[in-house]
């Protein structure tokens, strides 16, 4: 493994300086990187296409070991999830501690592990008992972690779709909804304590696809337009995500708190969707996500924040063919499984053309990849 290290690396400093190189730059977002297909590149193919594009950031909905293991020593920052149907056993702090030891111990420090999503929307749903067991197995994680002395490095929260909103504009006015209090006063005091962020879903998609007549298109993909000023605060807004970040930040501060930071964990747009999903398209979805990786790169923050840039991951990084729902559920990909691009945005990075069947020899497997990595630096050499 120390020398399919070594080989890539130098393959990205040549491949940086060949004429016919990537184009390679340091991206300003993370990644969404789920897997609810069957016919994705291996996370070892996955891996070499993030480090080409310079991506630091990634986020799974699970804690997949074939992925961890093909990030180990890549410097990539991982976010790995426990899924609602696994909330009643993290409950039990000694459960919460055998799923570290198994799933996160194994993988560090060689793998980037720095938070752990408990469960994901569970406030957005209907099911009260799932709820209930929301805090007190994300209480039973953190302790696990404390336990095993690795608090300080990996962090513990979970993540929100904006249906937890029952006020949000203006974004001043901006407040939780009132059945939910019961559930969002305590995550919050306990995000506060642990220093842990509040993680928001966010889609502008959504609101135009409801009200296609009434949303500007331009207000949502970051063009030009003429905004909306907040009454309260005098605040102007140009774009939806602000607006929605900044009614998350006033619902936050309503139940008390201002020390607890807003992250997007998901936010994106579908390349394609069915006739009654509007703008749904591959023009929208390369300008709502090259629009918002520019505004990123200008480190700014929300009119009610600038000096506080958002961390945001971008859902998603590849189509994923087996998800359930309307056709755009299956069409938020940066990405074709082929490594193709879905729409041009700016940048274009290396899948490698290999492929492994899943019980192949590991050892036959890396020596393969070894020799390929080899001619590939000999022939970059010899030209």
Same mark, same amino acid.
Not at 303 to 315: D, L, N, Q, R, T
């Given at each position: 493994?120390?020398?399919?290290?070594?080989? +890539?690396?130098?393959?990205?400093?040549?491949?940086?300086?060949?004429?016919?190189?990537?184009?390679?730059? /340091?991206?300003?977002?993370?990644?969404?990187?789920?897997? !609810?297909?069957?016919?994705? &590149?291996?996370?070892?193919?996955? /891996?070499?296409?993030? =480090?080409?594009?310079?991506?630091?950031? #990634? $986020?799974?909905?699970?804690?997949? @070991?074939?992925?961890?293991?093909?990030?180990?020593?890549?410097? #990539?920052?991982?976010?790995?999830?426990?899924?609602?149907?696994?909330?009643?056993?993290?409950?039990?702090?000694? $459960?919460?501690?055998?799923?570290?030891?198994?799933?996160?111990?194994?993988?560090?420090?060689?793998? $980037?592990?720095?938070?752990?999503?408990?469960?994901?929307?569970?406030?957005?749903?209907?099911?009260?008992?799932?709820?209930?067991?929301?805090?007190?197995?994300?209480?039973? #994680?953190?302790?696990?972690? #404390?336990?095993?002395?690795?608090?300080?490095?990996?962090?513990?929260?979970?993540?929100?779709?904006?249906?937890?909103?029952?006020?949000?504009?203006?974004?001043?006015?901006?407040?939780?909804?009132?059945?939910?209090?019961?559930?969002?006063?305590? !995550?919050? /005091? +306990?995000?506060?304590?642990?220093?842990? &962020?509040?993680?928001?879903?966010?889609?502008?998609?959504?609101?135009?696809?409801?009200?296609?007549?009434?949303?500007?298109?331009?207000?949502?993909?970051? =063009?030009?337009?003429?905004?909306?000023?907040?009454?309260?605060?005098?605040?102007?807004?140009?774009?939806?995500?602000?607006?929605?970040?900044?009614?998350?930040?006033?619902?936050? *501060?309503?139940?008390?708190?201002?020390?607890?930071?807003?992250?997007?964990?998901?936010?994106?747009?579908?390349? $394609?969707?069915?006739?009654?999903?509007?703008?749904?398209?591959?023009?929208?979805?390369?300008?709502?996500?090259?629009?918002?990786?520019? *505004?990123?790169?200008?480190?700014?923050?929300?009119?009610? *924040?600038? /000096?506080? &840039?958002?961390?945001?991951?971008? +859902?998603?990084?590849?189509?994923?063919?087996?998800?359930?729902? @309307?056709?755009?559920?299956?069409?938020?990909?940066?990405?074709?499984?082929?490594?193709?691009?879905?729409?041009?945005?700016?940048?274009?990075?290396?899948?490698?053309?290999?492929?492994?069947?899943?019980?192949?020899?590991?050892?036959?497997?890396?020596?393969?990849?070894?020799?390929?990595?080899?001619?590939?630096?000999?022939?970059?050499?010899?030209?």
């Amino acid at each position: 493994m120390a020398s399919y290290t070594v080989l +890539f690396r130098i393959i990205l400093v040549l491949l940086s300086l060949s004429d016919s190189a990537v184009h390679v730059l /340091s991206l300003s977002f993370g990644i969404n990187y789920g897997q !609810i297909a069957n016919n994705l &590149p291996s996370p070892s193919r996955v /891996s070499v296409l993030l =480090q080409t594009l310079n991506v630091s950031r #990634v $986020k799974l909905y699970d804690a997949d @070991p074939n992925v961890l293991q093909a990030f180990s020593n890549s410097q #990539v920052d991982f976010i790995i999830g426990l899924g609602n149907e696994t909330l009643q056993n993290m409950k039990d702090p000694l $459960k919460a501690q055998a799923w570290i030891q198994q799933h996160v111990q194994p993988h560090l420090p060689q793998t $980037k592990i720095t938070c752990i999503t408990v469960g994901n929307e569970i406030l957005g749903g209907s099911d009260a008992q799932l709820m209930s067991y929301l805090l007190p197995a994300m209480q039973s #994680v953190y302790e696990a972690l #404390v336990d095993l002395g690795l608090s300080k490095q990996v962090t513990v929260t979970t993540a929100h779709s904006l249906t937890i909103l029952g006020d949000s504009y203006p974004p001043s006015s901006g407040r939780f909804r009132q059945d939910l209090a019961e559930y969002i006063q305590p !995550i919050l /005091s +306990f995000l506060a304590q642990v220093n842990s &962020p509040f993680l928001i879903n966010a889609y502008p998609y959504f609101a135009y696809k409801d009200n296609p007549g009434e949303v500007p298109l331009e207000y949502v993909l970051f =063009q030009p337009n003429s905004g909306m000023v907040d009454s309260v605060t005098n605040l102007h807004y140009d774009n939806m995500l602000d607006a929605q970040i900044d009614a998350v930040y006033a619902a936050i *501060k309503a139940m008390g708190h201002t020390d607890v930071e807003v992250r997007i964990s998901e936010t994106g747009w579908p390349s $394609k969707g069915d006739p009654n999903e509007a703008g749904a398209t591959p023009e929208n979805a390369g300008l709502y996500n090259g629009n918002l990786m520019r *505004k990123l790169e200008e480190r700014k923050g929300t009119p009610a *924040k600038p /000096s506080v &840039p958002i961390e945001m991951y971008v +859902f998603a990084l590849f189509n994923e063919d087996l998800k359930p729902g @309307p056709a755009s559920e299956r069409n938020y990909g940066l990405y074709y499984p082929d490594g193709t691009p879905v729409y041009d945005i700016g940048f274009k990075g290396y899948l490698p053309q290999l492929t492994f069947s899943a019980d192949s020899n590991k050892n036959n497997v890396l020596s393969i990849f070894n020799f390929l990595l080899f001619l590939i630096v000999y022939l970059l050499l010899s030209a």
